[in-house]
Structure formats: C-alpha cells, structure tokens
Nanobody
Framework: VQLQASGGGLVQAGGSLKLSCAAS????????MGWFRQATGKEREFVAA????????YYADSVKGRFTVSRDNAKNTVYLQMNSLKPEDMAVYYC???????????????????WGQGTQVTVSS
C-alpha cells in the first residue's frame, strides 16, 4: 500500500491550497482516509478524516469551516481543500488510510495503519 500526497506549497495567509493523496495497492473505497499534520517542534495532530462510506466525516476544531475533505473512490484519491489559511496551519501534511478504523479512533494517529510521505504547506503572514 502506498499513499502519495501532493499539492503542498507556499501560500499567503488567507489563501487556499488543495492537497491530493493518491492511493495504490488498496481499494480506497473500503478504507477510511484522512489527513494529519505536524508543525516543526510540535506533535502530529489530526486534521480531517472520512470513512469509506463518506457519510461520516471528522474535522479538528481548528480547521472546521475552513478545510474540506473529500474523496474520489474511482480515482483512489482523497483531497483536502484548505481555505482561509493561517500561519498556524503551516506544517507537513500526511495522508493516512486504514481498513479497520475503530469508532472513536478517527483523530488518533495510531488508528491508521498506512501513512504517506507528507507534503509541506507553508503559510506566509
């Protein structure tokens, strides 16, 4: 299983970016997929996730109303649309996936078996 994240870059505060994560070696339609991030000197934190049915979507409070997670199962790809970016959103963003994500584990790093390599998001103030 491989997760390839892309779409990171440099953006001014208030701007937008859209991250993509292409999954291979799995049928993404059966997996919960999502995003975590890690800023320099900080712990990895949950951003957003959605279960395979796409009816259950979860967001960190810090990104609610600004970020939107979505998926295209036909393309085995999950997206993270990030709007109204803030300097505190600057981090390496990681795509994650798991086939047996347990209820209540959506925001826990150990809830996910598969991790992508990360893509850097830099927000200038």
């Amino acid at each position: 299983v491989q997760l390839q994240a892309s779409g990171g870059g440099l953006v001014q505060a208030g701007g937008s970016l859209k991250l993509s994560c292409a999954a291979s070696g799995l049928s993404s339609s059966l997996f919960a997929m999502g995003w975590f991030r890690q800023a320099t000197g900080k712990e990895r934190e949950f951003v957003a996730a959605m279960r395979w049915s796409s009816t259950n979507i979860y967001y960190a409070d810090s990104v609610k109303g600004r970020f939107t997670v979505s998926r295209d199962n036909a393309k085995n790809t999950v997206y993270l649309q990030m709007n109204s970016l803030k300097p505190e959103d600057m981090a390496v963003y990681y795509c994650v996936a798991d086939k047996r994500l347990r209820p209540g584990r959506e925001s826990t790093p150990t809830g996910y078996e598969y991790w992508g390599q990360g893509t850097q998001v830099t927000v200038s103030s």
